[in-house]
Nanobody
Framework: QVQLVESGGGLVQAGGSLRVSCAAS????????MGWYRQAPGKQRELVAV???????NYSDSVKGRFTISRDGAKNTVDLQMNSLKLEDTAVYFC???????????????WGQGTQVTVSS
């Protein structure tokens, strides 16, 4: 069974930095993309950043210039370096992966359980 496990969340002061990581494990043949989404209380889950297997990255306008996503294709991991954190960055951050577990299986979307990131003043 494929699992996505996040780590690195926590409490940080506004203006500070935090790095969250995600590791995918299980029977994985290939990963098309990995990324990060977040959900704040009372709000919908939103895209933060994604990176594809061919090197394309996409960031939410609200985090451009502050966050950096990186992926190690060989290790099936993805990291999100968050700098200049703001109060509005407070949310549960979810790891996401689009992957295949077989050469004949269709691509499937997987989600991690989420890690809390809290930014304080």
């Amino acid at each position: 069974q494929v699992q996505l496990v996040e780590s690195g969340g926590g409490l940080v002061q506004a203006g500070g930095s935090l790095r969250v990581s995600c590791a995918a494990s299980g029977r994985i043949v290939s990963i098309t993309q990995m990324g990060w989404y977040r959900q704040a209380p009372g709000k919908q889950r939103e895209l933060v950043a994604v990176t594809t297997s061919d090197g394309i990255t996409n960031y939410s306008d609200s985090v451009k210039g502050r966050f950096t996503i990186s992926r190690d294709g060989a290790k099936n991991t993805v990291d999100l370096q968050m700098n200049s954190l703001k109060l509005e960055d407070t949310a549960v951050y979810f790891c996401n992966a689009v992957l295949s577990t077989s050469t004949t299986n269709p691509l499937t979307v997987y989600w991690g359980q989420g890690t809390q990131v809290t930014v304080s003043s």
